[in-house]
C-alpha cells in the first residue's frame, strides 16, 4: 500500500504542481523508441527524430500552459474531465497494448455495496450550477473509498476529476456508472504497478510516461491557446492580443502584396428566361445554342428577366435570387435549367464580366489583414520561444 500511495502522490504532484514544469526531462532512447511505436499506430510515416522532436515539443508546450495559462493544465473545461483523469485512461490503454494485460477485469466485490440508494443518500442533489459549496466538499470528504488498488480516497476526490454528466448521472443513482469508473482506476494501478516494474528494466521511467500522456493530451488545446492551431471554440487570448498590435502600416503592406485576393466580380450584363415547367426550359436551352439569347426570347415571345436591370447588374441588386443566380455563373457559358425558389424553371447567359477591387481601408481587408498578420505574428513568436526553448535547455533537435 505504501507503494501505491508513493506512485499516487508523484504522480498528481506532477500534473498540479506549480513546479511540474521547471525541469526539463531528459528522455531516454527506449522511451523514444516506445513512443515511436505508438505514434506509428496513427501515422505510420512518422520517424524516430520527429517523435523525439515532438516529445520534447510537448514539454516546452506545457511550461508555456503553466506559465500562462495554469488553471487550464488541470483541467481544460469547467464541464470536461480532469487532465489527470485523461491521463490514466491515455496510460492504462498503453500498458495493456504494450505489456498485452487483459482489456478488462473482473469486478471486484468491494463494489457491491454501492447500490443506487446508497449513491443518492451520499451524493445528496447535485449542484444547480455544477460547483460543489464547501459544505457539501466536507460532508463528502468525510466518505472514504477504500480496499481497492488505488489509494484509499474521499468520494469527493474520487467524484472531482469526473466530467460535469457523469457527476450529474452519479447524483441521479446510476450506481453502475459509479462502479464502472472505480473499476477503470482500480485497474489503472494493478497495470501501473505491473508497467512500473516491466518499464524498468527496459530503461523506461513512468512519470516520463506521466508527462508524455499529458502533453500529448493538452497539445492540441495548448497549441490552438497560442494561436498557431485552429481554435473550434472561441479565439485565442494570444491571437486577440497580436491583433490589437497589427498597425495600419502592416495593414497596408499586406494590401498590397495580396492585392490579388481583394479582386471581385463588381458587374456583369446578364440575360435570362423563366419557366412554368422543365420542358419547355429545355426547348428553350436548346433554341438558344442554335442561335442567340434574344432570338430564342423573340421567338418564344418572353420578356427577359433581366430587363428590369437594363441586363446590367452589379452587387447592389444581389438581395434578388435571380441575381445571386447569375453572379454563381461562367462568363459566356448558357446555364443548366435551374429550380427557382419559387418553383420556376430558368436559364441564364451572363457576359461582359468587370472585376474591381476592395479598397484598402474597407473593413474587408482590415480583417483579413489583421488576421493574418496577427496568425503570422503568433507563428514567429511559437518558433521564436521553442527554438529559445529547447536552446536553453541544451536538448539537439
Do not use: C
Amino acid at each position: 500500500m505504501r507503494y501505491f500511495v508513493y506512485l499516487f502522490v508523484v504522480m498528481f504532484g506532477l500534473l498540479y504542481s506549480s513546479q511540474a514544469f521547471t525541469s526539463v526531462e531528459k528522455y531516454t532512447p527506449a522511451e523514444i523508441q516506445l513512443m515511436h511505436q505508438i505514434y506509428q499506430q496513427q501515422n505510420s510515416d512518422i520517424s524516430l527524430s520527429q517523435t523525439r522532436y515532438r516529445l520534447y515539443e510537448n514539454q516546452f508546450l506545457l511550461s508555456e500552459a503553466q506559465r500562462l495559462m495554469p488553471d487550464k493544465v488541470a483541467r481544460l473545461s469547467d464541464v470536461g474531465f480532469t487532465t489527470g483523469y485523461h491521463v490514466e485512461r491515455y496510460l492504462n490503454n498503453l500498458f495493456i497494448k504494450q505489456l498485452h494485460l487483459p482489456p478488462t477485469i473482473e469486478a471486484s466485490n468491494n463494489v457491491k455495496h454501492f447500490t443506487a440508494s446508497w449513491l443518492t443518500n451520499t451524493l445528496g442533489e447535485y449542484p444547480a450550477n455544477g460547483q460543489y459549496s464547501e459544505t457539501q466538499k466536507n460532508t463528502l470528504n468525510l466518505v472514504k473509498l477504500e480496499h481497492f488498488a488505488f489509494p484509499a480516497m474521499s468520494v469527493y476526490d474520487f467524484i472531482k476529476p469526473l466530467s460535469m454528466q457523469i457527476r450529474f448521472r452519479l447524483h441521479q443513482g446510476d450506481n453502475q456508472l459509479f462502479q464502472a469508473e472505480i473499476a477503470k482506476k482500480h485497474q489503472y494501478f494493478i497495470n501501473l504497478e505491473k508497467a512500473t516494474n516491466a518499464f524498468k528494466a527496459k530503461d523506461i521511467n513512468i512519470d516520463n510516461l506521466i508527462s508524455i500522456a499529458q502533453g500529448d493530451i493538452l497539445r492540441p488545446s495548448i497549441q490552438s491557446w497560442l494561436g498557431v492551431k485552429d481554435m473550434m471554440h472561441g479565439q485565442s487570448p494570444i491571437l486577440e492580443q497580436l491583433e490589437k498590435q497589427v498597425s495600419e502600416q502592416q495593414i497596408n503592406q499586406y494590401y498590397q502584396a495580396n492585392k490579388s485576393r481583394f479582386k471581385y466580380l463588381y458587374q456583369i450584363t446578364a440575360q435570362g428566361a423563366e419557366f412554368k415547367n422543365r420542358t419547355d426550359a429545355v426547348k428553350f436551352k436548346n433554341e438558344v445554342a442554335k442561335s442567340t439569347f434574344k432570338a430564342a426570347l423573340r421567338a418564344a415571345n418572353m420578356n427577359d428577366i433581366y430587363s428590369k436591370f437594363d441586363n446590367n447588374i452589379n452587387r447592389g441588386h444581389k438581395k434578388e435570387w435571380v441575381v445571386q443566380l447569375a453572379f454563381t455563373q461562367n462568363e459566356n457559358e448558357l446555364s443548366e435549367v435551374i429550380r427557382s425558389p419559387a418553383g420556376l424553371w430558368v436559364v441564364v447567359l451572363t457576359n461582359d464580366y468587370e472585376y474591381r477591387y476592395f479598397a484598402a481601408t474597407g473593413q474587408t481587408v482590415r480583417y483579413q489583414a489583421i488576421k493574418s498578420v496577427a496568425l503570422q505574428n503568433a507563428h514567429q513568436q511559437y518558433q521564436q520561444k521553442w527554438a529559445a526553448w529547447h536552446t536553453q535547455n541544451e536538448i539537439k533537435l
